[in-house]
């Protein structure tokens, strides 16, 4: 379907791949986008493989499966690589965002002959820098917005500032956080 962008977030329980699929659905929904943010749950875990799934069009949307050939794949967590196919079905127009230390050179064997785009985040450095704690999903929503350009990255921060006042109503102090997350992790995806 044109004008259609598809993203799968391979993460582990708690480290927010579903909060990030979800808010980013909630994110372009307020810019008139149609959506669908959702997660494929089992019987995870604390720590356990999870998967979640965006849709985001500029027309209606008729599909309600799970995502087999997405145009974009966001892994929070790069020891998954080791065990799951993240680049499985995924467009080689498209493009991978991992969340890494290591090089692309350490990480290309892992993706099993991926000709796309590959971009890494060290979202371990961006939450240091601005969060204090370690929220992967944070640095990574921004991220996948930077690749897959589904909005313009303003428009984004704008809609994300209004979704988080709203979530952290009762905690304002982590809003300022949170956003220079956001801000910094746009800025630094290779």
Known sequence: MEGLTEIRWHGRGGQGAKTAAL???????????????????GPERMGAPITAYDRISDKEI???????????????????????NVTEGLS????ILINTTKSKKEILPL??????????????????????K???NTPMLAGIVKISGVMDEET???EMEGSLKHKFAKKPEVLEGNMQALRLALKEVH
């Open 111 to 132: 993706l099993h002959g991926y000709e796309g785009e590959v971009h890494l985040i060290d979202c371990r450095d961006i939450c240091h820098k601005t969060l204090k």
């Open 62 to 84: 008729r599909v309600h499966s799970n995502i087999y050939e997405p145009d974009y794949v966001a892994v929070v967590d790069d020891t998954l690589l080791h065990s799951i």
């Open 92 to 95: 080689k127009d498209g493009g």
């Open 23 to 41: 808010l980013l659905a909630d994110v372009a929904f307020n810019t008139g986008k149609y959506v669908q943010g959702f997660p494929e749950y």
């Open 156 to 158: 984004f921060l704008k």
């Open 134 to 136: 370690y929220f992967p």
